[in-house]
Nanobody, 127 residues
């Protein structure tokens, strides 16, 4: 089992930045693919970014590429999502996810590829 705890959400003005963190425990972190998803009110959960244990990356190019950066610190069992130039449409609950399953990075844009989820952290961007 893997336990995931997100932190770092909050209220920020448009154009501002936030750094989300997700601390993992319960399994060898370095073997996991880690991802971030978000869900806005009334919308489906959306892929944001993912990073493999070997340092491969995947981003939702429409919403995240160029503004968001995912990174991981295997020594601290933590994955981060640095979000810059935030927009009101980035307002959502952000979820950390982990996968112990093998696969190509493109597969980890699907929520069904993950077997562990955090409780989510709220990000609100005011205009």
């Amino acid at each position: 089992q893997v336990q995931l705890v997100e932190s770092g959400g909050g209220l920020v003005q448009a154009g501002g930045s936030l750094r989300l963190s997700c601390a993992a425990s319960g399994r060898t972190f370095s073997s996991l693919v880690m991802g971030w998803f978000r869900q806005a009110p009334g919308k489906e959960r959306e892929f944001v970014a993912a990073v493999s244990w070997t340092g491969e990356y995947a981003y939702n190019t429409d919403s995240a590429k160029g503004r968001f950066t995912i990174s991981r610190d295997n020594a601290k069992n933590t994955v981060f999502l640095q979000m810059n130039s935030l927009k009101p449409e980035d307002t959502a609950i952000y979820y950390c996810a982990a996968s112990s399953r093998p696969g190509a990075m493109a597969e980890f844009a699907r929520s069904s590829s993950y077997n562990y989820w955090g409780q989510g952290t709220q990000v609100t961007v005011s205009s």
